[in-house]
């Protein structure tokens, strides 16, 4: 069976749309095609001129080689302001073009499904915003308009060689529609090569990001060489993907160079025996040769200038892929909580699959307003799943999940989450100043409510001791800042976003005895009579809490407070007896 052959990269499409997402900034790539155009007549222009030029010398015509010699002049003068146009218009198209790329990338980073993000590694979305957005900026500044100029340039002076001698020309150009052929047919496998090589290239972006994300552990783990072999493995991969765009353009630079030299070849020796007799003048022999010059380097030039414009189609077929993903649900309203509606947070008969994987299962529970209900179970159970359902990180089936009695597919996304304060487990924290990370909980709160905010979770007297106090920066995950103290400034930065409902996923689970007590006391103030949801394992949150939902394999099994199901000796009492006794005794 023969092997499927791999789909051509869509060049022209590309470059059309690049046009159409560059908006206004076009205007500039069209002027300097117009630069390109100028171009184009003046240079056709003057090597007529030239030729003139040297037949009145030749023919002894002082006058009218004066006059000619101006003009020529002139003409070549004239390349000088044009060219100054056409360089200064493609730099400012291709800038702009970059800067609107790289806002559409981001904003639409922002807003991609979380299923979307969670099957990728961060690395490609990496690779993708720096080398293929490099790659584009290649085509936007000199690849496309380097194609327009040689090809117009091209055409143009093959017409004049015509114009010129028939015959000749005609000699000259007997294999140049042969080569074209040739060069253009290893423009599509150099575009195919160059995606593959940029996806490598994402990967190996991945690998070396892993391995400094998680340092630590793989020195702790005396994991160096594996990692170290991971790296090396993806590198020789994009290595040796590299290395075949490479040979595809050796091989397209060099038969261009051998096939550019024939036509000269045959003019010179055919031009020479049209000139002694008297077919044609030595002016119209050394215009000939000037222009072919224009005909011939194309074939140099021009199939490495269109494996540019592959390499460029292959990089915005990635970026085009990324930017056609569907954003998150828009639309929906936002609605004002009415105390006393009804439950605050419903599901009913959820189902959630992640792939062939079943995660919920015919999950229903109701979460009343001021209660506090506890989600525990084997890890995998699916409790942080209900706390991102709630958040819509993933889309529902409508009327399954409510929030103050509404459907939640009725909600903006925006809305919902703004009812919705979040603390995880893995707290992040912005490579800014920690003022700055509280404030995302309310952006454009003062200066007084964050400090107020920082009070009441605890974190206040340790931030003013540092030595810029709360404009300190955090470090690049809250990396200068023990597990305890992000805890505080999250929890800060959720007293200062005030919403009516807490989620918790673990918040306390990576802290050590004492920080967690200190944390768990500070987040008890915070959830007095709020609707809380928490996904815990410590013994203090469940015990405390209204209601008790145990989940396993996606099914709620058991439901109640802690007496409750203690009294039940169940499956809580069971997970109890396993995962709490011990901490019970500890505490």
């Given at each position: ?92 198209f291709s800038e702009r073009a970059l800067a609107t790329l790289r806002e559409l990338v981001a904003e639409k980073a922002t807003r991609l499904p979380m299923r979307y993000l969670e099957e990728r590694h961060t690395g490609d979305l990496l690779a993708m915003v720096n080398a293929d957005l490099g790659k584009l900026k290649g085509l936007a500044a000199t690849s496309l308009i380097d194609v327009l100029r040689q090809s117009l340039l091209g055409l143009s002076a093959f017409a004049a060689l015509f114009f010129l001698s028939w015959q ?420």
């Amino acid at each position: 069976m023969n092997a499927e052959k791999p789909p051509k990269i869509p060049v022209w499409p590309s470059i059309r749309r690049l046009l159409m997402l560059a908006g206004r900034s076009r205007a500039w790539l069209y002027l300097a095609a117009a630069m390109v155009v100028l171009e184009t007549g003046v240079t056709i222009g003057w090597n007529f001129s030239l030729a003139r030029l040297v037949d009145f010398v030749s023919a002894g015509n002082y006058t009218s080689f004066t006059a000619t010699m101006w003009i020529t002049l002139a003409l070549l003068l004239a390349t000088a302001p044009l060219s100054f146009l056409r360089a200064r218009s493609v730099g400012r198209f291709s800038e702009r073009a970059l800067a609107t790329l790289r806002e559409l990338v981001a904003e639409k980073a922002t807003r991609l499904p979380m299923r979307y993000l969670e099957e990728r590694h961060t690395g490609d979305l990496l690779a993708m915003v720096n080398a293929d957005l490099g790659k584009l900026k290649g085509l936007a500044a000199t690849s496309l308009i380097d194609v327009l100029r040689q090809s117009l340039l091209g055409l143009s002076a093959f017409a004049a060689l015509f114009f010129l001698s028939w015959q000749l020309a005609l000699a000259s150009t007997l294999f140049i529609p042969v080569v074209l052929v040739l060069m253009s047919s290893l423009n599509q496998p150099i575009a195919k090569r160059t995606q593959e090589m940029q996806g490598a290239i994402g990967e190996t972006v991945g690998v070396a990001q892993d391995g400094l994300a998680g340092l630590m552990v793989t020195r702790a783990f005396n994991l160096t060489k594996v990692m170290d072999e991971r790296f090396r493995r993806s590198n020789q991969s994009a290595l040796s993907k590299g290395l075949q765009v490479a040979r595809l353009r050796a091989i397209t630079n060099g038969g261009a160079s051998v096939f550019g030299v024939l036509p000269f070849l045959l003019t010179f020796g055919f031009g020479g025996w049209l000139v002694i007799n008297g077919h044609m003048t030595f002016g119209s022999l050394l215009a000939f040769i000037n222009l072919l010059n224009f005909v011939a380097n194309p074939l140099g030039s021009l199939p490495p200038a269109l494996a540019n414009l592959g390499e460029a189609a292959g990089a915005a077929q990635r970026t085009y892929e990324m930017l056609d993903q569907p954003a998150e649900r828009e639309g929906g309203q936002g609605f004002s909580p009415v105390a006393g509606s009804g439950p605050v947070v419903r599901f009913e008969g959820v189902n959630f699959s992640y792939g062939e994987e079943q995660i919920l299962s015919e999950v229903e529970f109701n979460v009343h307003e001021g209660e506090t209900v506890a989600l525990v179970g084997p890890s995998g159970g699916g409790k942080s799943t209900v706390l991102k359902l709630l958040l819509g990180f993933y889309p529902v089936e409508p009327q399954s999940v409510f929030l103050f009695g509404r459907d939640l597919n009725d909600w903006s996304l925006p809305a919902a989450r703004s009812q919705m304060a979040y603390m995880a487990q893995d707290t992040y924290l912005f490579p800014v100043s920690i003022a700055e990370n509280i404030a995302l909980g309310r952006p454009g709160a003062g200066q007084e409510e964050i400090e107020q905010a920082a009070r009441q979770a605890n974190i206040h007297d340790f931030i003013i001791s540092l030595p810029e106090g709360y404009r300190t920066l955090a470090g690049e995950r809250g990396a200068r800042l023990s597990g305890g103290q992000r805890q505080r400034i999250a929890l800060a930065r959720a007293i200062l976003k005030n919403a009516p409902v807490l989620l918790l996923d673990e918040p306390t689970s990576a802290l050590d005895t004492e920080a967690e007590a200190q944390v768990q006391e500070d987040l008890e103030r915070f959830m007095a009579g709020r609707t809380t949801m928490v996904v815990a394992h410590r013994l203090s949150t469940i015990r405390d809490a209204d209601r008790v939902f145990v989940l396993e394999g996606g099914r709620i099994v058991e439901q109640g407070s802690h007496a409750e199901l203690m009294a039940l000796e169940g499956r809580y009492f069971n997970l109890y007896q396993r995962q709490f006794d011990d901490g019970e005794k500890a505490a």
